[in-house]
Nanobody, 119 residues
């Protein structure tokens, strides 16, 4: 099992910046991919950025160039630097991890951190 805890959300003005962090604990050695999702009010959850062991780092078009995802070597900390925030960036941001248990693939979620972009 992997536990994920997000932090760093808050209120920012348009054009502002925040750094979101996700602390992973438990069976972190099983993790091979981590990502950030977000869910805006009244909308579905969408993938924002993803990192994996064997694949490239990817971002959705609307955040590319403004958001940066990074992690430590042990897959225990995932960070999302968000710059030039826009009002449509208001959402709950979730950390996601996918691990290989040997028998199956497991997906883990944090409880989310709220980001509000407002004047």
């Amino acid at each position: 099992q992997v536990q994920l805890v997000e932090s760093g959300g808050g209120v920012a003005q348009p054009g502002g910046s925040l750094t979101l962090s996700c602390a992973a604990s438990g069976s972190t050695s099983s993790i091979y991919a981590m990502s950030w999702y977000r869910q805006a009010p009244g909308k579905g959850r969408e993938l924002v950025a993803i990192m994996s062991i064997n694949g490239p780092t990817n971002y959705i078009d609307s955040v590319r160039g403004r958001f940066t995802i990074s992690r430590d070597d042990a897959w225990t900390t995932l960070t999302l630097q968000v710059h030039d925030l826009k009002p449509e960036g208001t959402a709950v941001y979730y950390c996601n991890a996918v691990g290989d248990t040997g028998n199956d693939r497991e997906t883990y979620w944090g409880s989310g951190t709220q980001v509000t972009v407002s004047e």
